[in-house]
């Protein structure tokens, strides 16, 4: 990974959920679990792939073989189980203040969860929702394409290059990448995949506005 620099400035942000701002690893494991059992799956090789992605894509990653309309139907299913168990839902260290300080600054969701599953963790956590959010009903495909972030960055009438993406894993950072964006890794899952930044949570950022109305993350030090 490059050296992490010190700053990076921006004209909009562009954020993931699930273990960006909310850690939702417990639900997200216990859901894919039961999953992998009805399909005879290895578990542990399941939630190796189930971050980032819609949970159709990732079943076509599984179960390449399966038609493309039962992953969908299994998918809606998903969904539904995933909104009503939130138990261990809870908010990354410092997403709380961070959403505070970005409150008046342009800045998008981009989430591959639909929009009662976002609207549902992202409460659980204790999290103000954007107002600016591209949730899975208004894509036509999962991360890693890139579509997610280049409608985020098109809501807000921001240039993808002139964006900051944050992102804890292997498709959402692929994503953000293609969509041309720079990217801040969250969390020990995006360490491996070459951010631009790598911040173990969000408590090791501080959000300023500049002089010219931009944006300015600094990375505190340890």
Not at 5 to 29: F, I, K, Q, W, Y
Not at 65 to 89: C, F, I, K, S
Not at 143 to 158: I, M, Q, S
Request: hydrophobic share 50%.
């Amino acid at each position: 990974m490059a050296a992490t620099p010190a700053t990076l400035t921006a004209r909009a942000l562009l954020l993931d959920m699930d273990g960006t701002l909310v850690n939702s690893d417990a639900v997200v494991e216990r859901c894919w679990r039961r999953w992998a059992d009805r399909q005879g799956l290895d578990a542990e090789a399941v939630l190796k792939v189930v971050h980032g992605r819609q949970g159709y894509a990732t079943m076509a990653v599984l179960l390449p073989d399966r038609p493309m309309a039962e992953n969908h139907a299994d998918n809606a299913l998903m969904l539904a189980e995933e909104t009503a168990d939130l138990d261990g839902v809870v908010p990354v260290g410092g997403a709380s203040a961070f959403m505070d300080a970005i409150v008046d600054l342009p800045h998008a969701l981009v989430t591959s969860a639909d929009l009662a599953l976002a609207t549902a963790r992202m409460g659980a956590a204790g999290l103000r929702m954007p107002d600016v959010r591209v949730t899975a009903e208004q894509v036509g495909a999962s991360k890693p394409d890139p579509e997610g972030f280049l409608k985020g960055a098109a809501e807000l009438g921001v240039d993808p290059a002139e964006c900051v993406s944050f992102e804890d894993s292997e498709a959402g950072i692929q994503a953000a990448r293609a969509a041309g964006t720079r990217v801040v890794g969250v969390g020990p899952r995006a360490a491996a995949f070459a951010p631009d930044v790598h911040v173990a949570d969000l408590t090791a950022l501080r959000v300023e506005r500049s002089a010219d109305g931009g944006i300015v993350l600094t990375v505190l030090p340890d």
